[in-house]
């Protein structure tokens, strides 16, 4: 677990913590609700990190003077007079819970229920046992296997429902060649075509790429393909077909 000092690593924190959540906060802040259970040091404390950001959520954990605050997916702890900041996970050593993530797949769950699947590029399985959102990247070789196996996915009865992630950022090539295939006819045809190397006409359209890139940044997407799990687990990377369905079945 990573603490910091609040009088000692200010900087540390606005730079490499609070600045990078600050352009995350208005999407991870979709379908949550706050919940107030703070004190006067602790709101002073975020107002300062992150002014005019309201948390998703403020609970005491089971460690006395231990609160656990939650923009969207991204999960911090304080103590009760907001002297000390912690980042990292709580685990229940009895049964072996990690009940950070746990918290955190709740949120990202809400998340990705908050955006609709009309927006998606959807591959849907004719036998239906699951749903997996992936974040992709047109330029990303992992990408570009995985999806060259949807027959093998959509065989072991997952559904795939794509969502963009240009990773060079919005206005890069990747992101335009994203808009290309959502804007075109077919978005269906148009995503194995683009990953095969074709090019997609240029077209501009009202578009969820820009939406989708930044609920993937709120998400803790750092690279691509990135799965999520129905109950908002995160599978980071290219997963076989196979090992999906297992994974999924287990419940892991």
Same mark, same amino acid.
């Given at each position: 677990? /990573?603490?910091?000092?609040?009088?000692?690593?200010?900087?540390?924190?606005?730079?490499?913590?609070?600045?990078?959540? #600050?352009?995350?906060?208005?999407?991870? #802040?979709?379908?949550?609700?706050?919940?107030?259970?703070?004190?006067?040091?602790?709101?002073?404390?975020?107002?300062? *990190? $992150?002014?005019?950001?309201?948390?998703?959520?403020? !609970?005491?954990?089971? $460690?006395?003077?231990?609160?656990?605050?939650?923009?969207?997916?991204?999960?911090?702890?304080?103590?009760?007079?907001?002297?000390?900041?912690?980042?990292?996970?709580?685990?229940?050593?009895?049964?072996? @819970?990690?009940?950070?993530?746990?918290?955190?797949?709740?949120?990202?769950?809400? *998340?990705?229920?908050? $955006?609709? !699947?009309?927006?998606?590029?959807? %591959?849907?399985?004719?036998? !239906?046992?699951?749903?997996? @959102?992936?974040?992709? =990247?047109?330029?990303?070789?992992?990408?570009?296997?995985?999806?060259?196996? $949807?027959? +093998? %996915?959509?065989?072991?009865?997952?559904?795939?429902?794509?969502?963009?992630?240009?990773?060079?950022?919005? &206005?890069?090539?990747?992101?335009?060649? #994203?808009?290309?295939?959502?804007?075109? +006819? +077919?978005?269906?045809?148009?995503?194995?075509?683009?990953?095969?190397? !074709?090019?997609?006409?240029?077209? /501009?359209? +009202?578009?969820?790429? &820009?939406?989708?890139?930044?609920?993937?940044?709120? *998400?803790?997407?750092?690279?691509?393909?990135?799965?999520?799990?129905? =109950?908002? @687990?995160?599978?980071?990377?290219?997963?076989?077909?196979?090992?999906?369905?297992?994974?999924?079945?287990?419940?892991?």
């Amino acid at each position: 677990m /990573t603490l910091f000092k609040k009088n000692k690593s200010k900087q540390i924190v606005k730079k490499n913590t609070v600045s990078a959540m #600050a352009a995350l906060v208005a999407m991870s #802040a979709l379908s949550m609700n706050v919940m107030a259970k703070s004190t006067p040091e602790l709101d002073a404390a975020l107002n300062n *990190l $992150m002014p005019g950001t309201a948390p998703s959520s403020i !609970e005491e954990t089971s $460690m006395p003077g231990i609160y656990e605050v939650s923009y969207g997916s991204t999960i911090f702890y304080f103590n009760k007079d907001a002297s000390l900041l912690f980042r990292g996970d709580i685990i229940d050593v009895k049964t072996r @819970t990690n009940l950070t993530e746990k918290k955190r797949g709740e949120a990202r769950g809400k *998340l990705l229920d908050s $955006m609709e !699947e009309s927006q998606m590029i959807v %591959y849907p399985a004719k036998n !239906e046992k699951a749903k997996v @959102t992936v974040f992709t =990247d047109i330029d990303c070789p992992y990408c570009v296997k995985l999806h060259r196996e $949807m027959d +093998d %996915y959509n065989a072991e009865g997952i559904t795939i429902r794509y969502m963009a992630y240009p990773r060079a950022g919005i &206005a890069s090539p990747s992101y335009q060649k #994203a808009v290309n295939v959502w804007c075109s +006819d +077919d978005p269906a045809k148009a995503m194995g075509d683009a990953k095969e190397g !074709e090019t997609i006409p240029n077209k /501009t359209c +009202d578009n969820p790429v &820009a939406q989708q890139f930044q609920l993937g940044q709120a *998400l803790g997407v750092q690279g691509t393909p990135a799965m999520f799990l129905e =109950d908002g @687990t995160s599978l980071p990377g290219y997963v076989p077909a196979k090992r999906l369905s297992t994974a999924i079945s287990s419940g892991k």
